[in-house]
């Protein structure tokens, strides 16, 4: 054995004496309290819960998470996303919830705002097709609005009159927006479609003014430019192609 | 030198089922069995009673109520709470700052202390922890593990997760460090 190595042995046999580091008593019996405690917690929360339930669990809680980020991104989402069927159940769904004439009314009116500004960003894609069909669903929202006002105003014809007035100012929104729309495409089947559009929201507003004549000034057009007086007074006729 | 008791590997199995099934005194009994151990290991390697006290007790809680993880490591218990509690001081070096240390392995001996006269057998037991605590991670690990815990190489090893012929070239090195570290300090 050479000196080195000895000299290490000699230090290791000393090591080997050094009296160890116990612990007071207080902080054992404090350490079990606290072991204990978190083992009967985590006994708790394993015990109720199943390996092959929690995979299920696990799955229905992914499956929530998928169908919701689905729901939130399909809430914005325009005609050309794949989203965007899932938009028109959520709002079949939200309009089957609405109750009671005024918020029918604001339910078609959001809407119709919607499918506007749809229309509005597919013709900035030139995806005309689609803009189209926004507008197509522009004109039902509006259509339908009126029917909600005409039967308003049979039961009561003050509200249904004031109800007319909403349509009518929105009505005029979303005309001078189209004609703004008008003034940027040069597509004719583009132009085509913003022109029946402004053509169909004035017979809308027609139609809400039958029957009830409530707000004494049916055949004016909110900005008074003869809107309201239907397609054969029409400020925007139909092109000539 | 007091006994801190049986360091058991392969019979902690029948307790560790009984833990599974939710047995309090299976809980109790691997507690007592490793607490003390476990306590002794992180103050050796911190030096504070309170840090020590505190890590013994997390190191103890994280082993016995994730039992589950355990079965995974494919390790003896003993290895596995010795491997938590290593980390747990390596995390407390890393949140409360320590002295990034040298390795003395290849620190020339100081030319006025002659290792042969060096008298470990009158050096204080508070000395030789300061002086240990001198020395790399690994070397700590070591030297804690095989002296003060009195765990065999291969258990080492495992805890380590180094061969045993590592560990025991390991060994030899962390002494002729410690050697050094003690000569430097009788020096001073």
């Given amino acids: 054995m050479t000196p080195e190595v000895e000299r290490l042995e000699r230090l290791a046999e000393r090591l080997r004496t050094v009296d160890p580091y116990i612990p007071p008593p207080g902080a054992k019996i404090r350490g079990w309290n606290l072991v204990l405690a978190a083992v009967e917690q985590s006994n708790t929360a394993r015990s109720g819960v199943h390996p092959i339930r929690r995979l299920v669990l696990a799955s229905v809680a992914a499956g929530v998470l998928l169908v919701a980020g689905a729901v939130a991104a399909s809430a914005d989402s325009l005609p050309d996303s794949i989203f965007y069927p899932l938009k028109g159940v959520l709002e079949n769904t939200r309009g089957a919830l609405t ?8 339910y078609h009116l959001d809407l119709a705002r919607t499918r506007l500004t ?40 003050a509200v249904g009159a004031a109800m007319e007035n909403r349509l009518r100012q929105a009505i005029a929104t979303h005309d001078a927006q ?5 003034g940027q495409v040069t597509n004719p089947t583009a132009l085509n479609a913003i ?26 057009s909110p900005n008074g430019s003869g809107l309201g007086n239907g397609t054969a007074n029409s400020p925007h006729p139909t092109p000539k192609h | 030198m007091r006994p ?6 392969d019979d902690d199995r029948p307790l560790i089922e009984r833990v599974r099934k939710g047995d309090q005194d299976a809980v109790r009994a691997l507690y007592e069995r490793y607490f003390d151990r476990i306590y002794n290991y992180v103050y050796a390697r911190l030096g504070r009673a309170e840090d020590a006290e505190d890590l013994a007790i997390d190191t103890m809680t994280r082993g016995l109520t994730r039992l589950d993880l355990f079965q995974d490591q494919g390790v003896a218990f003993s290895s596995w709470i010795y491997r938590i509690a290593h980390n747990a001081t390596i995390d407390h070096y890393r949140r409360h700052g ?4 040298v390795s003395l392995e290849h620190a020339p001996a100081l030319e006025s202390a002659d290792p042969s006269e060096l008298a470990v057998e009158q050096m204080s037991n508070e000395d030789l922890h300061a002086a240990i605590r001198d ?5 700590q690990q070591v030297l804690i593990l095989r002296f003060f815990q009195d765990l065999t190489a291969a258990q080492v090893a495992s805890i380590m997760g180094k061969s ?18 003690l000569q430097g300090r009788a020096v001073n």
Wanted: glycine share 8%; aromatic share 2%.
């Fill in chain 2, 98 to 101: 320590k002295v990034s240390l």
């Fill in chain 2, 164 to 181: 045993v012929g590592a560990v025991q070239a390991l060994q030899h090195r962390a002494l002729g460090s410690l050697e050094r570290a």
């Fill in chain 1, 99 to 106: 109750f009671g004439a005024s918020d029918q009314l604001a």
């Fill in chain 1, 178 to 182: 189209l004609a703004g729309l008008q």
């Fill in chain 2, 4 to 9: 801190l008791g049986k360091a058991a590997s």
């Fill in chain 1, 118 to 157: 749809e229309a509005q960003a597919m013709f900035a894609r030139h995806r005309v097709d689609l803009a189209d069909q926004a507008l197509s669903g522009l004109d039902d929202q509006l259509n339908d609005a009126a029917l909600v006002i005409q039967a308003e105003k049979q039961s009561d014809p």
């Fill in chain 1, 195 to 220: 022109m029946q559009a402004r053509d169909r929201a004035a017979q809308a507003l027609q139609t809400a003014a039958r029957n009830g004549k409530g707000n004494g000034n049916p055949g004016t």
């Fill in chain 2, 135 to 139: 020395l790399t991670d690994e070397q």
